[in-house]
Nanobody, 122 residues
Framework: VQLQAFGGGLVQAGGSLRLSCAAS????????IGWFRQAPGKEREFVAA???????TYYVDSVKGRFTISRDNANTVYLQMNSLKPEDTAVYYC?????????????????WGQGTQVTVSS
């Protein structure tokens, strides 16, 4: 599977952004799509994951209640981000892996899209 992420930008604190991850190629019944982020000087951090087949989602505690991961019928996975905070500023990546759920370590993901910058101003 190939992934392409887009939708980042500059937003004020409290605002919203929706990131998109367009997937193409073969997926499997146990494919998991994840979103990660990496701020300058920090390690890549897990944000959210969803089963490609649907039905299960998982979030890091810091985004629960603010971010929503979802998939449409056209092979695009979204990350709706509401109530954004300056600490959400990072480059966001989508990734695809296979296996159990959830996959929260970046080494568990095999395919990565290019990053998209999200900047939240205070």
């Amino acid at each position: 599977v190939q992934l392409q992420a887009f939708g980042g930008g500059l937003v004020q604190a409290g605002g919203s952004l929706r990131l998109s991850c367009a997937a193409s190629g073969r997926t499997f019944s146990n494919t998991v799509i994840g979103w990660f982020r990496q701020a300058p000087g920090k390690e890549r951090e897990f944000v959210a994951a969803a089963r490609w087949s649907g039905g299960s989602t998982y979030y890091v505690d810091s985004v629960k209640g603010r971010f929503t991961i979802s998939r449409d019928n056209a092979n695009t996975v979204y990350l709706q981000m509401n109530s954004l905070k300056p600490e959400d500023t990072a480059v966001y990546y989508c990734a695809a892996g296979r296996g159990g759920f959830p996959l929260v370590r970046y080494v568990e993901y095999e395919r990565w899209g290019q990053g998209t910058q999200v900047t939240v101003s205070s």
